[in-house]
């Protein structure tokens, strides 16, 4: 009797062990890279076209491939640096050629070329779909050039949810990146669509980190540098002038292989206390060299995440080393960051165009100015909310309230007499007819501006207030193709941008919101948003208008005046959408009397 196991194909079961490996063209990049890097190369090119779903291509000058290993590399189970399972603990090298490769051919078209300096001929070997299709001897430079075309040729359903081109280029540049950023001596280039997007030459940390992140982050880094018998910690943390509202520019390698580590990263925050808001993060690029005896680095297929022996001495060793550069550069808190890295609230236009100012009178502040009664729109606003919230209320707020359908007079003047109140400079307390209501002012502006932005994108129409001296900025060579893509776009949201040079530009206007933090910086986190935003699949108007008020939104701890907090809350019941902020975050929260007096019995 026949059993029910059978013993796969060589073709599937690479193709099953490509889908473990090479998740997206990203993928192939870093595994191209890394082999490059153990051939021992110092120069290192990499091509790609359409985001690497036609293309991908590295040349190197390593020291290349015998014959037979030209041919082997492609052989499942195939490595370098794996001996026995001793070698398995001791892993310095990526693993030059083999493993991935035989992943790779199982999925695309791949022709190697390769050559030996002491050889007088190289070898060029096509394979397509695991199948040799040729293999000869030529005459070729030393090194070797891997091209893989048309990937995911045979595998139409990883094919189809590739992600969009700027997308898909997003990952590959952020593999690249993690390759070339601690290795600072070898020299790389990146061309996309035949346009260079990189152009690294031979240099130490310090000027790769400006090469890649650009002058202002030149300006605002220290470096780190402790050794132990232990472990050995290197490179750069950046001063708060270079903290971000969202992840992305930190960088920790053990062993040049970049990591990532919840564990790790929390060290490096903690260290940061007091000098950074806690929404926020750091800047840094650090490189830990540590005995592999001492790490697991085969615990992912991507050996992006490593065990530690002793996770919680490592940890140790990281705060202390950042708490001591801080320390050694004077590094003190900043008096008020959240003023200067994080936009004012500021009225609409019609009513006001300059930002505020405020003065910080404690945690909560109380009305003692009143503004004009609402308007029939803004009563027509609130009466839906109410209505809305009775039934729209989320599950977790026990205390929502429900209130008659029928506006009197009584109660428009009970509304006028309403006192509102900030808590902890990030809460808006606005009593109502049941209860109460919590506003949170950041994610309440964020919907504000949000729906402006929209709105004039819709339109085609925009205020802008020129600049006095034009500014001059710069940004990173795959920031500049997406910021001149949407330069058309960006003048509906206030901004005059033209293009200047490669990666540079002039800005000669801003929103008449203003901005205030430099509009360079403004520029490149806007960047950051927009690309992180792709991910989402979001149309161009709106990706553009939720880029634009994640950034230009209030922050958590920014006291506002009493009339700043009651137009917040009339601009937020104006708008569509009041309840929840773009990115999903909640605006309104209601509590009803009913619920205190229970919590009061009980």
């Given at each position: 009797m026949s059993g029910i196991i059978n013993?796969?194909?060589?073709?599937?079961a690479n193709q099953i062990a490509a889908g473990e490996v090479i998740q997206r063209p990203a993928s192939v990049v870093k595994e191209m890279l890394e082999n490059a890097l153990d051939a021992k190369s110092t120069q290192i090119k990499l091509i790609i076209k359409d985001s690497g779903k036609t293309l991908i291509q590295v040349v190197d000058n390593g020291i290349g491939m015998t014959e037979t290993d030209a041919r082997l590399c492609f052989e499942r189970h195939a490595t370098s640096k794996i001996q026995s399972s001793d070698d398995l603990f001791q892993i310095r090298s990526f693993g030059f050629?083999?493993?991935?490769?035989?992943?790779?051919?199982?999925?695309?078209?791949?022709?190697?070329?390769?050559?030996?300096?002491?050889?007088?001929?190289?070898?060029?070997?096509?394979?397509?779909?695991?199948?040799?299709?040729?293999?000869?001897?030529?005459?070729?430079p030393n090194g070797s050039s891997i091209t893989v075309r048309n990937l995911f040729y045979n595998v139409p359903a990883r094919r189809k949810f590739l992600k969009s081109d700027p997308v898909e280029l997003k990952h590959i540049l952020e593999e690249f990146t993690r390759i070339a950023l601690p290795n600072p001596d070898i020299f790389f280039s990146v061309y996309h669509n035949d346009n260079e997007l990189y152009?690294?030459?031979?240099?130490?940390?310090?000027?790769?980190?400006?090469?890649?992140?650009?002058?202002?982050?030149?300006?605002?880094?220290?470096?780190?540098?402790?050794?132990?018998?232990?472990?050995?910690?290197?490179?750069?943390?950046?001063?708060?002038?270079?903290?971000?509202?969202?992840?992305?520019?930190?960088?920790l390698f053990v062993n040049k292989r970049f990591i990532k580590s919840n564990y790790l990263n929390h060290a490096i925050k903690i260290a940061y206390e007091s000098l950074i808001p806690k929404d926020h993060?750091?800047?840094?690029?650090?490189l830990l060299d540590i005995d592999p005896a001492m790490i697991d680095v085969n615990i992912h297929p991507t050996k992006q995440e490593v065990k530690f022996e002793n996770e919680r001495l490592i940890y140790n060793y990281v705060k202390v080393?950042?708490?001591?550069?801080?320390?050694?550069?004077?590094?003190?808190?900043?008096?008020?960051?959240?003023?200067?890295?994080?936009?004012?609230?500021?009225?609409?236009?019609?009513?006001?165009?300059?930002?505020?100012?405020?003065?910080?009178?404690?945690?909560?502040?109380?009305?003692?100015?009143?503004?004009?009664?609402?308007?029939?729109?803004e009563k027509e606003k609130w009466l839906e909310f109410y209505e809305n919230m009775a039934n729209q209320a989320p599950q977790e707020q026990s205390g929502a309230i429900t209130l008659s359908s029928n506006w009197t007079e009584d109660e428009e003047d009970a509304t006028d007499s309403q006192k509102c109140f900030q808590v902890h400079d990030s809460y808006i307390i606005s009593p109502i007819k049941s209860g109460w209501m919590v506003i949170d002012q950041s994610a309440a502006h964020e919907r504000i501006l949000y729906e402006r932005h929209l709105?004039?994108?819709?339109?085609?129409?925009?205020?802008?207030?020129?600049?006095?001296?034009?500014?001059?900025?710069?940004?990173?060579?795959?920031?500049?193709?997406?910021?001149?893509?949407?330069?058309?776009?960006?003048?509906?949201?206030?901004?005059?941008?033209?293009?200047?040079?490669?990666?540079?530009?002039?800005?000669?206007?801003?929103?008449?919101?203003?901005?205030?933090?430099?509009?360079?910086?403004?520029?490149?986190?806007?960047?950051?948003?927009?690309?992180?935003?792709?991910?989402?699949?979001?149309?161009?108007?709106?990706?553009?208008?939720?880029?634009?008020?994640?950034?230009?939104?209030?922050?958590?701890?920014?006291s506002l005046t009493d009339i700043e907090m009651q137009e917040l809350i009339d601009q937020l019941f104006a708008c569509e959408m009041p309840y929840v902020s773009p990115s999903g975050k909640k605006c309104i929260i209601t509590f009803g009397l009913d619920e205190v007096e229970q919590r009061f019995r009980n």
């Open positions: 013993l796969l194909p060589d073709a599937l050629r083999g493993e991935a490769m035989a992943s790779i051919a199982a999925i695309a078209h791949v022709e190697l070329k390769t050559k030996r300096a002491e050889d007088e001929l190289g070898t060029y070997v096509s394979i397509e779909g695991s199948k040799v299709k040729k293999q000869e001897p030529q005459q070729l152009h690294f030459t031979s240099s130490n940390l310090r000027q790769r980190i400006a090469s890649y992140f650009g002058k202002n982050a030149n300006e605002n880094i220290v470096p780190v540098q402790e050794e132990t018998d232990f472990i050995s910690i290197s490179g750069f943390i950046g001063k708060p002038e270079l903290i971000k509202k969202t992840r992305g520019d930190q960088y993060f750091p800047f840094y690029v650090l080393a950042v708490k001591h550069a801080l320390g050694k550069y004077s590094i003190t808190p900043s008096l008020d960051f959240d003023v200067e890295n994080n936009q004012p609230f500021t009225t609409p236009t019609t009513l006001r165009q300059e930002s505020f100012s405020p003065e910080r009178v404690g945690t909560m502040t109380s009305t003692s100015q009143r503004v004009k009664s609402p308007g029939k729109q709105k004039a994108l819709g339109k085609r129409q925009s205020l802008s207030q020129t600049s006095l001296f034009p500014e001059t900025i710069q940004v990173s060579a795959a920031n500049a193709q997406i910021l001149e893509s949407l330069l058309s776009q960006l003048k509906y949201v206030g901004f005059q941008i033209e293009k200047f040079g490669q990666n540079t530009f002039v800005v000669n206007a801003l929103p008449v919101d203003g901005l205030d933090i430099p509009s360079d910086k403004f520029i490149n986190n806007f960047i950051t948003s927009y690309i992180a935003n792709q991910e989402l699949e979001l149309k161009l108007d709106e990706n553009i208008a939720r880029s634009m008020a994640g950034q230009m939104k209030i922050a958590k701890g920014k």
